[in-house]
C-alpha cells in the first residue's frame, strides 16, 4: 500500500524529533556525568589569611558551569564599564571576567584604562590602531600582557604544587590558538591537583586540564 505524502512527511517530522531528542539526552548525560566528576572532588578550605576578594573570585568562578552552557566568540557590542555577553554563552576569558567582578575587579575597564595609555604596549596582531572596550579585555593575549604589566606574572613550571586556587593560566592550544582557565579549590585525589575552570567549546566546565595542553602564562591576582 502507498503511503501519501502527508504520511510522508509526518514520518519525517517524528524522525528530525527523535534525533533531537536523542541529542538532548546525550548532552543531558555528558552534563550529569561532569557533574558526578565534580562531586568526586575535594573542596580545599583556604588559608585562614586569603582575602576576601579571592573567595568571591573562586565563588564566582565554580559557579559558571551551572549556567555558562556554551561557546560563542562572537563580537558584541557592550556596555561600559561593567558590560557582559549573554551569560549563558561565552568564550574562555568570560570565564575569567565573570569570577574577576564577583571579586570587585571590572576586567573590562582595567584593561581598556590601561591600554589607553600604554596601547603600544600590547598586541597588535588584530590591527587595531586604538582601544576597543568590546572585545580588548575579551582576548588572551591582552590580559596576559595587563597582568604581566600589574606585577602579577609567576613562574610557569610543570609542577602542580606551583598553581594555587584562585591562580590564572594560559595555554598554547597549537595553531595560534590562545587560552586561559582558573585554578579551582576543588582538588582530585586521582591527580593530586587541582581542577580547572575554563570553557574551551561547550559551555564552561570544571576539569583536571592543568597539563593538557602547553602552558604559556601564570598568573596571581588577588
Not at 579571592?54 to 556554551?70: D, N, R
Not at 582595567?110 to 587595531?128: C, I, N
Not at 582557565?181 to 567549546?201: D, F, M, Q
Request: with cysteine; hydrophobic share 35%; net charge positive.
Amino acid at each position: 500500500m502507498k503511503l501519501s505524502k502527508r504520511v510522508y512527511v509526518l514520518l519525517a517530522v517524528l524522525g528530525l524529533v527523535s534525533i533531537i531528542a536523542i541529542a538532548f539526552q546525550r548532552s543531558v548525560v555528558r552534563r550529569i556525568a561532569g557533574q558526578a566528576r565534580l562531586l568526586s572532588t575535594e573542596t580545599k578550605p583556604l588559608p585562614d589569611n586569603a582575602p576576601p576578594t579571592l573567595k568571591q573570585m573562586l565563588a564566582g568562578a565554580i559557579e559558571q558551569p551551572g549556567y555558562t552552557l556554551y561557546y560563542d566568540p562572537a563580537y558584541v557590542k557592550l556596555e561600559y564599564p561593567g558590560g557582559d555577553v549573554p551569560q549563558d554563552r561565552g568564550v574562555c576569558t568570560d570565564v575569567v571576567i565573570r569570577a574577576f567582578r564577583k571579586g570587585g575587579v571590572d576586567l573590562q575597564k582595567e584593561v581598556h584604562e590601561d591600554m589607553q595609555r600604554s596601547f603600544k604596549a600590547y598586541p597588535t596582531k588584530w590591527g587595531l590602531s586604538r582601544p576597543d572596550s568590546n572585545i580588548d579585555h575579551r582576548r588572551v593575549p591582552n590580559l596576559q600582557t595587563y597582568f604581566k604589566r600589574q606585577g602579577k606574572e609567576q613562574p610557569a613550571t610543570e609542577s602542580a604544587a606551583d598553581y594555587l586556587p584562585g591562580d590564572l593560566v594560559t595555554w598554547d592550544l597549537g595553531g595560534g590558538v590562545d587560552h586561559i582557565g582558573i585554578v579551582t579549590n576543588l582538588w582530585s585525589p586521582e591527580a593530586g591537583r587541582y581542577l580547572i575552570v575554563h570553557n574551551i567549546g561547550g559551555g564552561a566546565r570544571i576539569e583536571n586540564v592543568l597539563f593538557s595542553w602547553h602552558i604559556t602564562g601564570h598568573y596571581r591576582y588577588f
